[in-house]
């Protein structure tokens, strides 16, 4: 028989191996140290085994629980795990089985779980590796676990599954869309379908409210198109210098006009991907939407608006770093702020000029670049968009970048141009004369 002794001296080997107690009751020793004790039993002529618990020498100092409170699955001492193997005979000698008993008394554990409970069981499952495809990028993971701390989950967070009917989520929606708007209730509503579907996925029997409560019944969106014209652009680089904002926050959106790069993609850049030796911006894969790193050819102005940043930010690894911490960026609703302040100046004496974002300063670099007659592939590269076609994407990664480069400088100098009320007509038809003239590669695909 075991003892805690004998127990101790079970040292691991290179595969598991079994050591026998009494009664049917056996541990296994694994590779990697942990032990469990088992028991095999024959119920209508089949074989079953039941894992009885893991053994706890620290348990086996403490003093024997009553057997009420023990179950299986427990970290357990020896002496409780024969209380439990006593347990599992009485069930077998009944003609049951006590390893299915133990899967329908988890099973109905994760049916009695709360709806916060599979809210965690969700948010875990789409930050593990081992999820796969399934696995999502931490931003992301982030911005849903945002939206359901601070909202979804002092409503639902105790309820059970069938208490988050459609009437409750769409009540729920209809607060939010007074209080924060329709695009937060429309999320809210996204952020419960996907945990009721990672239920139901799970195994669980239940009717997804979200199914019922459809999204044009809380908000309907006119897609966006909105870019800055030449005469507008003008009008809000102008009205920005007029802001009250940081000077740099100023630079931080001319520079991304002048780049069109994605706004997370500049509040997490750092000097460190920055090579002032060949004016490049090397954004890495692990923060770029498609998961390639992106090399950005800076013009002229954009490295003058990065050496002002550098000196006004010496010791930070951020290009703009926090107002309060220079260990850590802006905030994603900073640059936000500044366009609205700029808005407002414009409003002051142009109270039609239309609203836009951070983004539309991006959609603006695009639709200007195709306006001027840019190759698309140049274009396509220089916003870090995927090509459709694999092949493509895996030859053609690093070209086209001195025309890119020259394409920039020359999308740099127009708003320069613009800015000063002038016409960029012929800084594009030099440009574009400029980058037919670069010679292409030699061809590599061939024998």
């Avoid at 690894?317 to 100046?345: E, G, Q």
Wanted: some cysteine.
């Amino acid at each position: 028989m075991l003892t805690p002794k004998t127990l101790a001296a079970l040292k691991p080997r290179e595969k598991a191996y079994k050591t026998a107690d009494a009664e049917g009751m056996y541990v296994v020793t694994t590779p990697a140290g942990a032990q469990s004790f088992r028991y095999d039993y024959r119920l209508n002529g089949r074989r079953e085994t039941l894992v009885i618990g893991r053994y706890d020498a620290e348990q086996a100092r403490q003093p024997q629980r009553d057997p009420d409170a023990l179950d299986y699955g427990m970290s357990l001492s020896l002496a409780e795990a024969r209380e439990l193997l006593r347990r599992a005979r009485r069930t077998v000698e009944r003609g049951e089985s006590p390893s299915r008993a133990k899967v329908e008394a988890r099973n109905d554990a994760a049916n009695a779980r709360s709806f916060g409970g599979w809210a965690d069981a969700y948010f875990a499952f789409k930050a593990d590796p081992k999820s796969g495809e399934q696995q999502l990028a931490e931003s992301t993971l982030a911005f849903r676990r945002s939206t359901y701390r601070r909202i979804i989950e002092p409503e639902f967070g105790r309820l059970r599954l069938e208490e988050v009917t459609p009437a409750r989520l769409k009540a729920l929606c209809d607060s939010v869309k007074a209080k924060r708007g329709p695009a937060v209730a429309v999320h809210v509503r996204e952020v419960v379908q996907m945990v009721f579907r990672h239920a139901q996925a799970s195994g669980q029997t239940t009717t997804n409210p979200a199914d019922l409560v459809e999204t044009r019944s809380i908000a309907t969106f006119k897609p966006r198109e909105r870019f800055l014209t030449p005469a507008e652009i003008r009008l809000f680089l102008s009205a920005l210098e007029r802001t009250a904002a940081m000077p740099t926050l100023r630079l931080a959106l001319k520079f991304i006009l002048l780049t069109g790069v994605r706004k997370s993609e500049f509040i997490d850049a750092t000097w460190s991907e920055v090579d002032f030796d060949t004016d490049t911006w090397t954004i890495p894969a692990e923060r770029m939407k498609a998961g390639k790193p992106h090399v950005i050819p800076l013009s002229s102005q954009a490295l003058d608006i990065l050496t002002a940043l550098r000196e006004c930010f010496p010791v930070s690894p951020y290009l703009h770093p926090s107002r309060y911490d220079s260990d850590a960026p802006i905030s994603n609703a900073t640059l936000n702020r500044v366009i609205d302040a700029a808005i407002a100046v414009i409003h002051k004496d142009t109270p039609g000029f239309e609203t836009f974002s951070v983004h539309d300063l991006r959609r603006t670099f695009s639709t200007g670049l195709n306006a001027a007659k840019f190759d698309d592939r140049w274009i396509e590269f220089a916003l870090a968009h995927a090509p459709r076609n694999q092949i493509a994407a895996t030859y053609n990664a690093n070209r086209w970048l001195d025309e890119r480069r020259i394409m920039l400088q020359a999308w740099s100098d127009a708003v320069e141009s613009w800015s000063r009320g002038e016409s960029a007509r012929d800084v594009f038809t030099e440009a574009k004369r400029r980058a037919a003239e670069v010679p292409e590669p030699e061809l590599e695909f061939d024998l």
